[in-house]
């Protein structure tokens, strides 16, 4: 069974950066697309960014492209996000996501807070 754990949540000042890590477990990370997706309080849960096994392509949501980076050490079973000149709309709970076949499995979430 697949588990991920993310970590590297919390507060920032608006303009500062946060990089959040997620181990994967349990099966053989190359088979796996990952993703980053958030949920803010009483919104729906959204992607954020994507990276397939080989890291020759990712994808961002438009709200994060050129602040956001995705990026994996299949050495390592990691997958980080860093997230550079953050704001306050991405204030959120941020979740870890690997998919293949349809299947998708989902770590527990780390809270993110960007406030002055």
């Known amino acids: 069974q697949v588990h991920l754990v993310e970590s590297g949540g919390g507060s920032v000042q608006p303009g500062g950066s946060l990089r959040l890590s997620c181990l994967f477990s349990?099966?053989?990370?190359?088979?796996?697309?990952m993703g980053w997706f958030r949920q803010a309080p009483e919104k729906e849960r959204e992607f954020v960014a994507g990276?397939?096994?080989?890291?020759?392509?990712?994808s961002y949501e438009n709200a994060v492209k050129g602040r956001f980076t995705i990026s994996r050490d299949n050495t390592k079973n990691t997958v980080y996000l860093q997230m550079n000149n953050m704001k306050s709309e991405d204030t959120a709970v941020y979740y870890c996501n690997a998919e293949a076949g349809g299947t998708n499995y989902w770590g527990q979430g780390t809270q993110v807070t960007v406030s002055s």
């Open positions: 990276i397939n096994w080989s890291s020759k392509s990712t």
């Open positions: 349990g099966g053989t990370v190359t088979d796996y697309a």
